[in-house]
């Protein structure tokens, strides 16, 4: 299997760990979500990924092997900060670039042309990069990454800047080039599109793998959350019942936490609603990626 490894990896600056034995694997043909606050770790693993920073400790592997210079080559890589010449034309640099990467002038020139009329460029080629909108930017740096028909795609928050139909645009390339077998690894802080895009997601905390998982896995909690809405409902009904916690309580919606699998706390919580009021609504309430982010990587949590 062609999986990229992260394994390992231990990085500081001076006194500042930056990494702490940091490891995670990307699957041939997996989009994995890296998500951390501010400082977490995210950008220095993915520099080591691309040899720009060498780790204190630990690798990086693809399909098996030490990832060196020569496969580093064929990654296809977008930085959090434009890495492109400002004031060269859209077209020419994104020809320059896959040339860069071996590509003949002729293979890059159509390489240029078919990625600018993927991302909407068409109309951009011949503009200077500095005289585009930040989410035309953002779309030729994208194009900049995958000019090479890369084997591997490191991304750090490539959805920044972007409107609507361009988050589209590139959510539908990073599945494409996941389901052409590319391992797909990028950070981001819009965690809603992580839930919905992601195969597995790992969550980094102070340079340490704090979770990772699928969204389903990553839900999988050791605590029940339930949702139920009423008419009609007295406050305080929910109030004193064995096993229940009360998290929220709207008036007409009140949402409450039992421990998972107790069916006991369940029903007695069911039976409470029933003598309050009218039930309309009575469910589980699943935790957005978002809700388990706070959890393990926020001081208030902490």
């Not at 296809?76 to 640099?93: A, F, N, S």
């Not at 068409?122 to 779309?139: C, H, P, W």
């Not at 339930?226 to 009904?237: F, I, N, S, T, Y």
Request: net charge negative; proline share 5%; charged share 25%.
């Amino acid at each position: 299997m062609k999986n990229l490894e992260l394994l390992g990896l231990t990085k500081s600056f001076g006194t500042v760990r930056a990494l702490r034995d940091m490891s995670l694997t990307v699957r041939e043909g997996e989009i994995y979500g890296f998500v951390g606050s501010n400082g977490a770790g995210k950008t220095t693993a993915m520099r080591i990924t691309l040899g720009v920073l060498s780790p204190d400790a630990g690798e990086v592997r693809y399909a098996g092997r030490p990832l060196d210079q020569v496969v580093r080559a064929r990654v296809g890589y977008m930085p959090e900060e434009r890495g492109l010449y400002p004031r060269m034309k859209v077209g020419p640099q994104l020809t320059y670039l896959a040339q860069l990467h071996g590509l003949s002038p002729a293979d890059a020139g159509d390489a240029m042309l078919r990625w600018t009329d993927r991302l909407g460029l068409a109309a951009r080629r011949t503009d200077e990069v500095m005289k585009l909108s930040l989410g035309n930017q953002q779309r030729v740096q994208l194009a900049a990454a995958l000019v090479h028909n890369p084997e591997i795609l490191v991304l750090d928050e490539p959805f920044s800047g972007l409107d609507p139909v361009a988050v589209d645009v590139m959510s539908q390339v990073l599945r494409d080039q996941a389901d052409r077998g590319v391992p797909v690894i990028f950070s981001s802080h819009q965690l809603d599109l992580v839930e919905r895009l992601c195969d597995r997601v790992g969550i980094i905390k102070d340079g340490s793998m704090v979770a990772e998982g699928t969204i389903d896995q990553l839900r999988t909690t050791d605590r029940q959350r339930l949702l139920v809405r009423l008419d009609g409902a007295p406050a305080g009904w929910v109030a004193g019942l064995p096993g229940v916690t009360l998290i929220d309580d709207a008036g007409a919606a009140v949402v409450v936490e039992v421990a998972s699998g107790d069916v006991a706390a369940e029903q007695a919580v069911l039976r409470a609603a029933t003598a309050a009021g009218t039930v309309r609504e009575f469910s589980p309430v699943r935790p957005h990626l978002a809700d388990l982010f706070r959890g393990v990587v926020t001081e208030e949590a902490a």
